[in-house]
């Protein structure tokens, strides 16, 4: 049934079920947009006490996920890979994507919102609650600003107030502005009262911008050394290949330690740190492919054309390197159990948003009575090393013939 099933219409059918779902929040985002155009261009505006990062990246989702769903019907008959029939592997990496990239879209509380702990402190999955809530209407507000602000606290709410909380039973109501409605915390709340699932779409998030900038570093530094070493005279071959095995000689974890006592641990340390640490293996890949390519009589042409060393490595060797890039995918999941295994440790620092790891260790110190903070980030995280791992696998056996014979025979 699923091979009959193309990308794109999964595709659209997760854009559908987030509009039909979220639909509050995406009527809200598009009066913020309209709200924030119309300050963006008032000189009386501080842009930098009320255009935040929160409000950047609420806004860029609400535009990415109209894009998204007019991009997937205007294109589905012209780009091919949406035309591939979708399987489970594809559809979670699809989700896992969508996540990353519409996250705002998709948790229904700010990850870090702390609800009042008398109704919501470690609520078990599916636990079901009311939220009153005081909707005084944004046309009292006096000016833009205080329209613009009221809508942002609407979505981007911070804290809990007299005007927003949660209470176990169905409270009287006699104020005709203050509504009730029900709420369902899929996956539980934590020791603080914060809604699980929403921290862990965050957490996806980071940890995926984790892995991916990791893997870029790597690339990068790998691939450019590799192709330098592979390339060049035997000094510079062995000069490189001395420094690489100085690199594998240093544990990972102190070497990692070290980086991060040396210059902090921001987000964007952490990503260079990781790739940092994982440049070795593929360096000696991409050395050896580049030194049974090199003598090829297509390099040899475009020595004696007078291209330069960089137009070589990007068009004539990176493209037959492709089979042993793919190790980048396996080692995306490396770097994820690596982010994973530091931000348990508390060796990433706080981060805005939380990581996989973070909420883990949270959740160690309740297991007995709310397993669930913790059962969800490691069960993430295994669902994302599983689809990467097939997700590798099945490039090797597109972009190796090897393995593409040894299967078919």
Known sequence: MMKKIKIWYYILFVCT?????????????????????????????????IFTFEVYDQIFSILFLLAIAIITVTKRNKWKYL????????AVLIT????????????????????????????????????????????????????????????LREYVDDNY???????????????????????????????????????TRLSLLIGLGAVFVTFIIGSMLGFIAGYGGKFIDSLLSRFSEMFLAVPTIFLV???????????????????????????????????LIKTKNFIQTSK???????????????????????????LFANVIIAESSLSFLGLTGNHFYPSWGVIIDEGQYYLRQAWWISFFPCMMIV????TFYNFGRSLQVRFNPFIKNKLSS
């Open 96 to 155: 896992l994507i969508y996540i990353f990239i519409e996250s705002p879209m998709i948790a229904p509380f700010n990850p870090n919102l702390q609800m009042n702990l008398s109704a919501a402190n470690k609520l078990k999955p599916l636990s079901s609650i009311f939220l009153v809530e005081n909707n005084i209407s944004s046309k009292y507000n006096k000016n833009e600003i205080d329209e613009y602000l009221f809508i942002k606290n609407k979505i």
């Open 257 to 291: 330690i070290l980086f991060l006592a040396a210059f902090g641990n921001s987000l964007w340390n952490v990503i260079l740190v990781l790739g940092l640490a994982s440049w070795m293996n593929l360096f000696k890949i991409v050395r050896g492919e580049v030194q």
């Open 165 to 203: 909380y949660l209470t176990d039973s169905m409270p009287i109501v006699e104020n005709e502005n203050i509504s009730v409605s029900r709420i369902i915390f899929l996956f539980g709340t934590d020791e603080y009262g914060r809604d699980l699932f929403s921290r862990i779409v965050y957490s």
């Open 304 to 330: 004696q054309l007078g291209l330069s060393n960089f137009r070589i490595f990007t068009k004539d060797i990176l493209p037959h390197l492709m089979p042993a890039l793919i190790n980048l995918v396996f």
């Open 383 to 386: 669902i994302t090393l599983l």
């Open 83 to 90: 035309t591939i029939p979708i399987n489970a592997n594809r």
């Open 17 to 49: 079920a987030v509009f039909v779902l979220r639909w509050n929040e995406i009527f809200d985002s598009l009066l913020l947009v309209k709200s924030f155009l119309l300050l963006l261009f008032s000189s009386k505006t501080n842009s930098e006490s």
